[in-house]
């Protein structure tokens, strides 16, 4: 064990602060990372405020983590000693059960160990993320960068990217389709940035009338504010799919109005209570409203290949960790354009 510089949280009213932790000697299956970028996601936010009622403190938020590998163990040949890796938001599970077996370890039967805030199946005690020097990850769960991507830019793939890619994928949006992202934040912008790059015709859905310009410069041949009911009238029972980031319960009732005949909203968002549905917002249509949860390690490295042969990257702001607080604050008004990213040279050299 060996420890390191982080930052923590160690309740939920507190703000971030320095921490010290320990991280485990290198395994035989084993990469260590030096972690230069990480993602602020805003599932970090909410885990630091315990709005899912099952955070352990003290909570070392991130997984969005780009790094070199600096150390690897004597059964790993996939990696070498200055490889560029990402971590998401899994770094272990059973790899034995249905879901494992079909590549869905998010889903693993036994429990998937998530980066932050998941019992260490190694080490005792919980998971630690990726606002830290370093992560040592078993090598199932460590992903290759394509070295044409800008890496900073590249550490929001590992959760924003592959959370929007993955329903998009499973759900098989096609060339043509008509297809709406919820909210522009973290992930509404990659879901923007990957429906338009599977040739979709791609309608930002959003609150802020203030990003209708960015929405296009992203990828959104439309734009639709989502209080004005005019123009929700005027899309209704027109779209193939619809992508729902809102973080917070609301009323879906106005969105599923916007669904074609047989078409199905994802939840991706909204990890709580949402508002009651109106069993003829589904009934009228045979609609569906389904949710996802990020994405599998091999769905993963596949959303990372087709954004190195695609060059999709997020649009970022650079913090650094000593900033993190006030980017937090900012993230809670929707005020970022649309990933911050901690360059984590600013807490080695602290
Ligand atoms: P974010 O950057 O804060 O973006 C959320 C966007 O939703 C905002 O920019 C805003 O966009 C819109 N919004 C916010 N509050 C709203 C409200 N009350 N009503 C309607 N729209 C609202 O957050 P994020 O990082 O993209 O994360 C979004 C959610 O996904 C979080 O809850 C996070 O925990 C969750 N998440 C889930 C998964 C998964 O696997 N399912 C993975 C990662 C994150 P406009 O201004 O455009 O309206
Ligand atoms: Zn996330």
Redesign the pocket.
Same mark, same amino acid.
């Given at each position: 064990m060996k420890k390191i510089k982080a930052y923590a949280a160690d309740s939920k009213d507190a703000d971030l602060k320095p921490y010290e932790i320990e991280r485990r000697a290198t395994l035989e299956d084993d990469v260590k990372i030096d972690i230069l970028y990480c993602g602020v996601?805003?599932?970090d936010?909410?885990q630091v405020r315990n709005d899912w009622k099952n955070s352990v403190y003290p909570v070392v938020p991130g997984h969005e983590i780009i790094g070199k590998v600096l150390e690897v163990g004597k059964g790993v040949s996939k990696f070498k000693v200055g490889d560029l890796v990402g971590v998401g938001?899994l770094v272990d599970s059973c790899q034995t059960c249905s879901a494992c077996k079909d590549d869905l370890e998010?889903f693993c039967e036994k429990g998937a160990t998530f980066t932050y805030n998941s019992e260490d199946k190694h080490s005792g005690g919980h998971t630690f993320g990726g606002y830290s020097e370093s992560v040592t990850v078993n090598k199932e769960f460590v992903l290759k960068v394509p070295e044409n991507l800008d890496a900073k830019a590249a550490a929001p793939l590992l959760?924003?990217g592959i959370?929007t890619y993955s329903p998009l994928a499973h759900w098989g949006v096609k060339k043509g389709d008509k297809v709406g992202v919820? #909210? +522009? #934040? #973290? +992930?509404?912008h990659m879901g923007v940035k990957f429906a338009h790059a599977m040739g979709a015709h791609t309608v930002?859905?959003?609150?802020?009338p203030s990003?209708s310009e960015d929405a296009k410069k992203l990828g959104a041949d439309e734009v639709l504010i989502?209080k004005d009911q005019e123009q929700m009238k005027k899309h209704a029972n027109s779209f193939d799919f619809l992508l729902n980031?809102?973080? %917070?319960g609301?009323d879906m009732n106005p969105y599923a109005a916007l669904l074609k005949r047989d078409s199905t909203m994802v939840? %991706?968002?909204? %990890?709580e209570p949402l508002d009651p549905l109106h069993g003829g917002s589904l009934i009228m249509g045979r609609k569906s409203i389904a #949710?996802? +949860?990020?994405g599998g390690i091999k769905e993963t490295q596949e959303m990372l290949d087709f954004c190195g042969k695609h060059n999709v990257v997020s649009d970022i702001e650079m913090i650094d960790i000593q900033n993190i607080n006030e980017a937090y604050n900012r993230?809670?008004k929707?005020d %970022?354009k649309?990933?911050f990213v901690i360059d984590m040279k600013s807490l080695k050299d602290s």
């Amino acid at each position: 064990m060996k420890k390191i510089k982080a930052y923590a949280a160690d309740s939920k009213d507190a703000d971030l602060k320095p921490y010290e932790i320990e991280r485990r000697a290198t395994l035989e299956d084993d990469v260590k990372i030096d972690i230069l970028y990480c993602g602020v996601c805003h599932s970090d936010l909410h885990q630091v405020r315990n709005d899912w009622k099952n955070s352990v403190y003290p909570v070392v938020p991130g997984h969005e983590i780009i790094g070199k590998v600096l150390e690897v163990g004597k059964g790993v040949s996939k990696f070498k000693v200055g490889d560029l890796v990402g971590v998401g938001c899994l770094v272990d599970s059973c790899q034995t059960c249905s879901a494992c077996k079909d590549d869905l370890e998010q889903f693993c039967e036994k429990g998937a160990t998530f980066t932050y805030n998941s019992e260490d199946k190694h080490s005792g005690g919980h998971t630690f993320g990726g606002y830290s020097e370093s992560v040592t990850v078993n090598k199932e769960f460590v992903l290759k960068v394509p070295e044409n991507l800008d890496a900073k830019a590249a550490a929001p793939l590992l959760c924003a990217g592959i959370t929007t890619y993955s329903p998009l994928a499973h759900w098989g949006v096609k060339k043509g389709d008509k297809v709406g992202v919820i #909210g +522009l #934040g #973290g +992930l509404g912008h990659m879901g923007v940035k990957f429906a338009h790059a599977m040739g979709a015709h791609t309608v930002m859905i959003t609150t802020s009338p203030s990003k209708s310009e960015d929405a296009k410069k992203l990828g959104a041949d439309e734009v639709l504010i989502s209080k004005d009911q005019e123009q929700m009238k005027k899309h209704a029972n027109s779209f193939d799919f619809l992508l729902n980031t809102i973080p %917070v319960g609301h009323d879906m009732n106005p969105y599923a109005a916007l669904l074609k005949r047989d078409s199905t909203m994802v939840i %991706v968002g909204a %990890v709580e209570p949402l508002d009651p549905l109106h069993g003829g917002s589904l009934i009228m249509g045979r609609k569906s409203i389904a #949710g996802s +949860l990020i994405g599998g390690i091999k769905e993963t490295q596949e959303m990372l290949d087709f954004c190195g042969k695609h060059n999709v990257v997020s649009d970022i702001e650079m913090i650094d960790i000593q900033n993190i607080n006030e980017a937090y604050n900012r993230l809670q008004k929707s005020d %970022v354009k649309y990933r911050f990213v901690i360059d984590m040279k600013s807490l080695k050299d602290s």
